[in-house]
């Protein structure tokens, strides 16, 4: 039996294909999996529950059919979709999992995460990460109408856009120390994450080869799925 992973596939109205390509992967793979995770930024953007997309709508019934045939579904979030409440979870049958999660993969000690988190040399996100992770500066948020919420999303994802094209590709990656730290402190086999769109297998310790750093691809351009099981896996990358 396998095990999938996946994040960071950005799902708006705005790219059709890539949620096409989403409910291929729902509707021939999944369904023959023992889990899926999702680790984060499954949509562009979340700005409320009340405020579903059609791409949401479709989404959520695709996954409560799968959750509905027995198939768990695990939810990270990430950094553009954190504001995902109980509501969405339990319309598409996602369980949330915590922001660093451990989990025990077929025998490995795993730890699940977005990645975000382990970009520390990122100050400046840093600093807007704890802001926005505030739960009354997201209370606020949440009770302002729909159309300004909108609207300071589409402000924050400028401002991002514009900073980050200014950011050198280093301060953008983890954080090496930030990954052996985890690993020290409990003993991982595995850590598995996305965020940074640079899909790799790493090799965090030098003494052994039987640690892994998995780095999820983001669906821009193709999709990328991670498959675990007993005695395998693959980072594979596929067409839209
Ligand atoms: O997302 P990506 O990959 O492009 O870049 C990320 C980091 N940027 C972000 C910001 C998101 O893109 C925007 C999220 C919208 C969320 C919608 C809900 C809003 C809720 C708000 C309140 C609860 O995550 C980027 C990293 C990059 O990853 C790589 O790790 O570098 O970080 C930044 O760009 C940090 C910037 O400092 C963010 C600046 C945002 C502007 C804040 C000003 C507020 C303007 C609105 C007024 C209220
Ligand atoms: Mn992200």
Redesign the pocket.
Known sequence: MVSYFIADLHLSDERPDIVRAFLRFLDEQAPHADALYILG?LFE???GDDLLSDTAIKVADALQALNQQGLPIYYICG?????IRQDYLNRSGMTALADETIIDLYGRKTMLLHG?IL?TA?T??Q???K??H?KW??WC??HLSQKR?RR??A???A???A??SQ?SDA??DVTLDEVSKRFDQHQLDWMIHG???RPAIHQPCADTTEKKRIVLGDWYEQRSILSVSVDNFDLAGSKL
């Open positions: 930024d953007v979340w700005v950094n553009r979709d954190f504001l975000d970009c990122d400046d996100y600093r807007f990460r802001i926005v505030h500066v997201q948020f949440l919420r300071i999303a402000n924050m994802r401002k991002s856009k900073r980050n950011k301060i953008m965020h940074t769109h």
